[in-house]
C-alpha cells in the first residue's frame, strides 16, 4: 500500500506542527537566549518545509496520472492481508499477555499460531514451538538473566 | 606495546574464541539468508552481548558482520538474491557467471577477495585512528557540528536516489531523538509524563523494530516464494583464483580503496562502497561490453570494496564516535553502554579495548576464509530452511530481544511503533538509514549545535573561524550545493538517477 507523495506530506507537516505546539511550554532560562525548543523547532520546521515539497510533488505525479493511494497485490489477497496482521496482532498480545500469563504458554502460542498460518506442517510446528520456546526461555532467563515473565507457571518453575 | 599483549591477553581465551567462533557461524547464516542483513545481524545480537564484557561483545559484532558481508555474495550467485544490501551491486552479474558454470570460481573470488579486502580495511583503521585520534583531542564544539552535519549531509546525498525523502527521514530521526532529558538545560522534552521516555528512545529496541520487526513484516506477506537454488555442485572453489588475482590486482586495490574511502565517510557504508567500485570499475574497464554477462573484473572491484568499507566505518566511530554506517551507528551504542565513551579520549583511557578490536578484526578476516568455504560448501541446506519457520522465530528473538534491553514491555512497544514506522517509511520510499543517523548522532549534534550557539553568541560567523571547522564547513557547503543543484537539474526527483536504492 502506497500513498501519493502529498498524503505522506501532509502527514509529516500534521506531525511537525504537532511537535513545535508542544515545544510552546518549554521552559527558558533567564539570559539564556537559546533553550530546550530550539532545536526541536528547527526540526518542526525543516520536515514542513519537505512536506510543502512533497505535497507539490505528489500533485505533480497527480496529474501525470498518479493515483493517490496504490494498493500493493497482497492487501487484497486474503491470505497474505491476514498474514500481516496477524504478525501485529500476535505482538500485541504478547505486549499485553505475557506479563500475566507467562512467557512460556505465550511464545508457544505466538510461535505456534504463526506456524500454522504461514504453512508449516502441524506436526512440524507442534515439536518446533514448543522447543524454540523452551531453548530461548533456557538461554534468555538462565543464561543471561534476564527476567522473563513466569506468569501462571511461577510456582512450578 | 604493553596495551597491545593486554588486548591479546583478552582476546585469547577459551570463551572468548568461542564467542567469536558462534558469532561467526551466526554471520554467515544471516548474511547467505536473502531478507536478513548484516545490520539486522547485529541489532540482533547486542541483546545478548549487552550480558557479556566488553571484549567479547566487540568480538562478536565485528565477526558476525565481517561474516554476514562476505555471505552475502552466497545468495547472490546462487539465487539472484543479495544476501544483504551490500552485494547487490553485483548480484546480476554474478548470477550470469553462474549460469556460464563458472559458479565456483565467482564464489572463489567473492570469498578469497572479500578476506583480502577487509584485511586492507583494518590496515588503513589501524593505521589512521591513532593519527586522527590525535588530531581529534583539540576538536572543539564546533568541529563536531560540523564533523556531525558532514556525516548527516553524506547519509542523505550519497546513500538515497530521492534527497527529498532522504532529508525528510533525515529529520524524523533527530525528532525521535529529541525524546528525552535535553542535553543543554537538563529539560525532559515529549515524554508525555513516562519515566522511561525521560531516558530518551532505548536505542537498540528501535533498531531491532526498524531493521528486523520491518523486514519480518514485509516477508510475511511473500513467504510462500522460496526461491530455489541452481542445480550444480560446488567443486573446487579455489581453482583459477592464482589467475584472477593476477590479471585484476589492480582492479582489487583500487575497489578496496573505494571501499575504504565511502566506509570511513560518516553516513555511507558497504553498500554504497560496492555500487560506486562496480561503476568505477565498468568505467575504466578496457572491456566495458562484457559487464553483465558474467564477467569476473567487476566482482573483483566490489566485493573487495564491500569488505574494506566494513573496517574501515569504525575509523569516525571510534575516533569521533560518528558512526560510519548503520552497523557502527549501533556499535556506538555499545560502546556506550559497556562504558567505553566513543572519541579520541578512549584511545588514552583504553587502548587495549581499541587493540582488540583490530586483533578481532584481522582474527575475524582470516577465519572468513576456512569458514567461508564451509559456509559455501553447505549452502544449499542453508537457504533451504524454510522462511514460514524463520520469520516467527526471527521476530520471537526480537521480542525477547527488546525486552532484555529495557527489562520492561516498554522496550517491546518501542519495538513494535518503530517497527511499523520502518515499514510504513520503506513502502512510501523515505530511506530508513539517514533516520538511524539520526537518532544516534541527534544528541552529539544537539549538544555541539547548542554549546556552539551559545559560545557564538549569535554570531554565526564564529562557526567558521578555527581552520578544521572551517575546513569542514566548506566541505559539507559544497555537498549542500551539490545536492541543491542535483535536485534541480532532475526537478521530477521522482525519476531514478544512476546512484542505487540504499
Same mark, same amino acid.
Given at each position: 500500500?502506497?500513498?501519493?507523495?502529498?498524503?505522506?506530506?501532509?502527514?509529516?507537516?500534521? +506531525?511537525? %506542527?504537532? /511537535?513545535? &505546539? #508542544?515545544?510552546?511550554?518549554?521552559?527558558?532560562?533567564? !539570559?539564556?537566549?537559546?533553550?530546550?525548543? $530550539?532545536?526541536?523547532?528547527?526540526?518542526?520546521?525543516?520536515?514542513?518545509?519537505?512536506?510543502?515539497?512533497?505535497?507539490?510533488?505528489?500533485?505533480?505525479?497527480?496529474?501525470?496520472?498518479?493515483?493517490?493511494?496504490?494498493?500493493?497485490?497482497?492487501?487484497?489477497?486474503?491470505?497474505?492481508?491476514?498474514?500481516?496482521? +496477524?504478525? %501485529?496482532? /500476535?505482538? &500485541? #498480545?504478547?505486549?499485553?499477555?505475557?506479563?500475566?500469563? !507467562?512467557?512460556?504458554?505465550?511464545?508457544? $502460542?505466538?510461535?505456534?499460531?504463526?506456524?500454522?498460518?504461514?504453512?508449516?506442517?502441524?506436526?512440524?510446528?507442534?515439536?518446533?514451538?514448543?522447543?524454540?520456546?523452551?531453548?530461548?526461555?533456557?538461554?534468555?532467563?538462565?543464561?543471561?538473566?534476564?527476567?522473563?515473565?513466569?506468569?501462571?507457571?511461577?510456582?512450578? +518453575? | 606495546?604493553?596495551?597491545?599483549?593486554?588486548?591479546?591477553?583478552?582476546?585469547?581465551?577459551?570463551?572468548?574464541?568461542?564467542?567469536?567462533?558462534?558469532?561467526?557461524?551466526?554471520?554467515?547464516?544471516?548474511?547467505?539468508?536473502?531478507?536478513?542483513?548484516?545490520?539486522?545481524?547485529?541489532?540482533?545480537?547486542?541483546?545478548?552481548?549487552?550480558?557479556?564484557?566488553?571484549?567479547?561483545?566487540?568480538?562478536?559484532?565485528?565477526?558476525?558482520?565481517?561474516?554476514?558481508?562476505?555471505?552475502?555474495?552466497?545468495?547472490?550467485?546462487?539465487?539472484?538474491?543479495?544476501?544483504?544490501?551490500?552485494?547487490?551491486?553485483?548480484?546480476?552479474?554474478?548470477?550470469?557467471?553462474?549460469?556460464?558454470?563458472?559458479?565456483?570460481?565467482?564464489?572463489?573470488?567473492?570469498?578469497?577477495?572479500?578476506?583480502?579486502?577487509?584485511?586492507?580495511?583494518?590496515?588503513?583503521?589501524?593505521?589512521?585512528?591513532?593519527?586522527?585520534?590525535?588530531?581529534?583531542?583539540?576538536?572543539?564544539?564546533?568541529?563536531?557540528?560540523?564533523?556531525?552535519?558532514?556525516?548527516?549531509?553524506?547519509?542523505?546525498?550519497?546513500?538515497?536516489?530521492?534527497?527529498?525523502?532522504?532529508?525528510?527521514?533525515?529529520?524524523?530521526?533527530?525528532?525521535?531523538?529529541?525524546?528525552?532529558?535535553?542535553?543543554?538545560?537538563?529539560?525532559?522534552?515529549?515524554?508525555?509524563?513516562?519515566?522511561?521516555?525521560?531516558?530518551?528512545?532505548?536505542?537498540?529496541?528501535?533498531?531491532?523494530?526498524?531493521?528486523?520487526?520491518?523486514?519480518?513484516?514485509?516477508?510475511?506477506?511473500?513467504?510462500?516464494?522460496?526461491?530455489?537454488?541452481?542445480?550444480?555442485?560446488?567443486?573446487?572453489?579455489?581453482?583459477?583464483?592464482?589467475?584472477?588475482?593476477?590479471?585484476?590486482?589492480?582492479?582489487?586495490?583500487?575497489?578496496?580503496?573505494?571501499?575504504?574511502?565511502?566506509?570511513?565517510?560518516?553516513?555511507?557504508?558497504?553498500?554504497?562502497?560496492?555500487?560506486?567500485?562496480?561503476?568505477?570499475?565498468?568505467?575504466?574497464?578496457?572491456?566495458?561490453?562484457?559487464?553483465?554477462?558474467?564477467?569476473?573484473?567487476?566482482?573483483?572491484?566490489?566485493?573487495?570494496?564491500?569488505?574494506?568499507?566494513?573496517?574501515?566505518?569504525?575509523?569516525?566511530?571510534?575516533?569521533?564516535?560518528?558512526?560510519?554506517?548503520?552497523?557502527?551507528?549501533?556499535?556506538?551504542?555499545?560502546?556506550?553502554?559497556?562504558?567505553?565513551?566513543?572519541?579520541?579520549?578512549?584511545?588514552?583511557?583504553?587502548?587495549?579495548?581499541?587493540?582488540?578490536?583490530?586483533?578481532?578484526?584481522?582474527?575475524?578476516?582470516?577465519?572468513?576464509?576456512?569458514?567461508?568455504?564451509?559456509?559455501?560448501?553447505?549452502?544449499?541446506?542453508?537457504?533451504?530452511?524454510?522462511?514460514?519457520?524463520?520469520?516467527?522465530?526471527?521476530?520471537?528473538?526480537?521480542?525477547?530481544?527488546?525486552?532484555?534491553?529495557?527489562?520492561?514491555?516498554?522496550?517491546?512497544?518501542?519495538?513494535?511503533?518503530?517497527?511499523?514506522?520502518?515499514?510504513?517509511?520503506?513502502?512510501?520510499?523515505?530511506?530508513?538509514?539517514?533516520?538511524?543517523?539520526?537518532?544516534?548522532?541527534?544528541?552529539?549534534?544537539?549538544?555541539?549545535?547548542?554549546?556552539?550557539?551559545?559560545?557564538?553568541?549569535?554570531?554565526?560567523?564564529?562557526?567558521?573561524?578555527?581552520?578544521?571547522?572551517?575546513?569542514?564547513?566548506?566541505?559539507?557547503?559544497?555537498?549542500?550545493?551539490?545536492?541543491?543543484?542535483?535536485?534541480?537539474?532532475?526537478?521530477?526527483?521522482?525519476?531514478?538517477?544512476?546512484?542505487?536504492?540504499?
Amino acid at each position: 500500500m502506497r500513498a501519493n507523495d502529498a498524503i505522506a506530506g501532509l502527514v509529516l507537516i500534521i +506531525l511537525a %506542527l504537532g /511537535m513545535i &505546539l #508542544l515545544t510552546a511550554d518549554f521552559p527558558s532560562f533567564p !539570559g539564556q537566549k537559546y533553550g530546550p525548543s $530550539l532545536f526541536p523547532r528547527i526540526l518542526g520546521t525543516g520536515v514542513i518545509i519537505c512536506g510543502v515539497l512533497l505535497i507539490a510533488q505528489g500533485i505533480m505525479a497527480r496529474r501525470a496520472g498518479a493515483p493517490w493511494v496504490e494498493i500493493a497485490p497482497w492487501v487484497t489477497d486474503g491470505w497474505r492481508a491476514t498474514s500481516f496482521l +496477524l504478525v %501485529l496482532a /500476535m505482538l &500485541l #498480545l504478547y505486549i499485553f499477555a505475557a506479563d500475566s500469563v !507467562g512467557f512460556i504458554p505465550i511464545a508457544i $502460542l505466538f510461535l505456534g499460531g504463526l506456524f500454522l498460518w504461514l504453512g508449516v506442517r502441524p506436526l512440524h510446528a507442534a515439536l518446533i514451538a514448543p522447543a524454540a520456546t523452551l531453548a530461548i526461555f533456557w538461554f534468555f532467563s538462565s543464561i543471561l538473566r534476564v527476567p522473563l515473565p513466569r506468569g501462571i507457571l511461577t510456582n512450578i +518453575l | 606495546m604493553d596495551a597491545i599483549v593486554q588486548a591479546a591477553g583478552l582476546i585469547f581465551q577459551p570463551q572468548v574464541i568461542w564467542v567469536i567462533l558462534l558469532s561467526a557461524a551466526f554471520g554467515l547464516f544471516v548474511g547467505a539468508m536473502p531478507g536478513l542483513t548484516a545490520t539486522m545481524a547485529t541489532a540482533l545480537l547486542v541483546p545478548i552481548t549487552f550480558f557479556m564484557d566488553p571484549v567479547p561483545a566487540l568480538g562478536a559484532i565485528v565477526t558476525a558482520t565481517a561474516m554476514a558481508i562476505f555471505a552475502g555474495d552466497i545468495p547472490a550467485a546462487m539465487l539472484r538474491i543479495p544476501g544483504t544490501p551490500a552485494s547487490a551491486a553485483y548480484t546480476d552479474e554474478s548470477y550470469a557467471m553462474s549460469k556460464k558454470g563458472e559458479l565456483d570460481l565467482n564464489l572463489g573470488v567473492n570469498l578469497v577477495f572479500s578476506v583480502l579486502g577487509g584485511l586492507i580495511g583494518v590496515a588503513i583503521l589501524i593505521l589512521a585512528t591513532p593519527v586522527l585520534a590525535e588530531i581529534a583531542v583539540s576538536f572543539s564544539s564546533f568541529e563536531y557540528f560540523w564533523l556531525c552535519l558532514l556525516g548527516l549531509t553524506c547519509a542523505v546525498f550519497i546513500a538515497t536516489d530521492s534527497p527529498l525523502k532522504g532529508f525528510a527521514s533525515l529529520l524524523i530521526g533527530l525528532a525521535i531523538g529529541c525524546v528525552g532529558i535535553d542535553p543543554a538545560a537538563g529539560h525532559p522534552r515529549f515524554t508525555f509524563g513516562s519515566v522511561e521516555m525521560m531516558a530518551g528512545i532505548s536505542f537498540i529496541p528501535a533498531m531491532i523494530g526498524m531493521f528486523a520487526v520491518s523486514e519480518v513484516l514485509r516477508g510475511v506477506v511473500s513467504v510462500d516464494a522460496q526461491p530455489v537454488p541452481l542445480q550444480q555442485k560446488v567443486g573446487n572453489i579455489f581453482r583459477g583464483i592464482g589467475t584472477v588475482m593476477k590479471r585484476y590486482w589492480w582492479n582489487f586495490l583500487r575497489g578496496s580503496g573505494i571501499g575504504v574511502l565511502i566506509g570511513a565517510l560518516p553516513g555511507a557504508g558497504a553498500d554504497i562502497a560496492a555500487w560506486i567500485s562496480y561503476a568505477v570499475s565498468k568505467k575504466f574497464s578496457k572491456e566495458p561490453e562484457k559487464f553483465g554477462t558474467g564477467h569476473i573484473e567487476g566482482i573483483v572491484d566490489s566485493t573487495s570494496a564491500n569488505n574494506s568499507a566494513l573496517g574501515a566505518a569504525w575509523i569516525p566511530a571510534l575516533v569521533f564516535g560518528i558512526p560510519g554506517d548503520s552497523i557502527t551507528a549501533i556499535v556506538i551504542g555499545v560502546l556506550y553502554m559497556k562504558g567505553m565513551n566513543p572519541g579520541p579520549t578512549v584511545f588514552l583511557q583504553n587502548p587495549q579495548f581499541i587493540y582488540a578490536v583490530f586483533i578481532i578484526f584481522i582474527l575475524a578476516n582470516l577465519l572468513m576464509l576456512p569458514l567461508g568455504w564451509a559456509a559455501i560448501k553447505s549452502a544449499k541446506q542453508m537457504l533451504r530452511v524454510p522462511r514460514n519457520v524463520l520469520l516467527p522465530l526471527i521476530l520471537l528473538f526480537c521480542v525477547v530481544g527488546s525486552y532484555a534491553m529495557t527489562n520492561s514491555f516498554y522496550g517491546i512497544v518501542l519495538m513494535t511503533v518503530m517497527g511499523v514506522v520502518a515499514w510504513l517509511m520503506e513502502e512510501h520510499g523515505f530511506p530508513i538509514a539517514p533516520a538511524i543517523l539520526g537518532l544516534v548522532l541527534g544528541e552529539l549534534f544537539e549538544q555541539s549545535f547548542m554549546t556552539s550557539m551559545i559560545k557564538a553568541d549569535g554570531v554565526f560567523a564564529v562557526f567558521f573561524q578555527r581552520p578544521i571547522a572551517g575546513t569542514l564547513a566548506v566541505l559539507t557547503s559544497l555537498l549542500w550545493v551539490g545536492m541543491l543543484w542535483r535536485a534541480w537539474r532532475t526537478r521530477a526527483p521522482a525519476t531514478v538517477t544512476a546512484t542505487p536504492p540504499a
